[in-house]
């Protein structure tokens, strides 16, 4: 098959092959023996996942020192800051060490978006912002840390590119061979 999979990968699927007897796995989409998975997606974050049979590709698209860019969308409670942009765009202190500077932007809410299943908790109180963050890293929930970060915790988190890669008009369990 030598290529990319574009999987938009649904709310609360594994990003593994492996089948588990209590979560959905990427075995309920696909069924080449061949194909890898080139990088992680959390299991309760949504959207693009790549996947190739491809060795070589596989890692350059998941090593660090390429700085591959990965885009997410993430919808934070409060109202966004311009302090809290700045913040992700320095680059910000967890556990693990200062990330790298990120781009930052807030946005609408995306267009193309799909309703999620169980839909996001809803406060009437507490108002939502969505952010746009590109970041070179891939370090283990480290979008979830970085808005944590910055008091602005992740509600839902959708990746929609990964470098030349983007999500487009696929919906949850859609992919396209590129």
């Keep these: 098959m030598t290529g990319v999979v574009v999987f938009n990968k649904p709310f609360r699927v594994l990003s593994q092959f492996r089948k588990s007897a209590r979560k959905v796995t990427l075995s309920s989409y696909f069924s080449d023996p061949e194909l890898r998975v080139a990088g992680r997606l959390d299991y309760d974050s949504e959207g693009l996942l790549l996947l190739t049979d491809d060795g070589q590709l596989a890692h350059k698209i998941t090593n660090p020192r390429f700085s591959l860019e990965k885009t997410y969308w993430a919808q934070v409670e409060g109202d966004l800051t311009t302090e809290a942009l700045e913040q992700l765009r ?3 202190e967890l556990k693990d060490g200062k990330t790298r500077p990120a781009k930052a932007k807030k946005i609408k ?3 193309i978006l799909w309703p999620r299943d169980p839909p996001i908790r ?3 109180s507490i108002p939502t912002s969505w952010l746009e963050l590109t970041i070179t890293e891939g370090r283990n929930r480290q979008v979830r840390r970085m808005t944590a ?5 992740t509600l ?8 030349q890669w983007s ?3 696929l919906k949850p369990g859609e992919w396209v061979k590129v």
């Design 109 to 111: 809410q995306p267009d």
């Design 149 to 153: 970060a910055v008091n602005f915790p």
């Design 167 to 169: 999500l487009g008009a």
């Design 90 to 92: 320095d680059g910000v």
């Design 122 to 124: 809803f406060r009437a």
């Design 156 to 163: 839902r988190l959708i990746r929609a590119c990964v470098g």
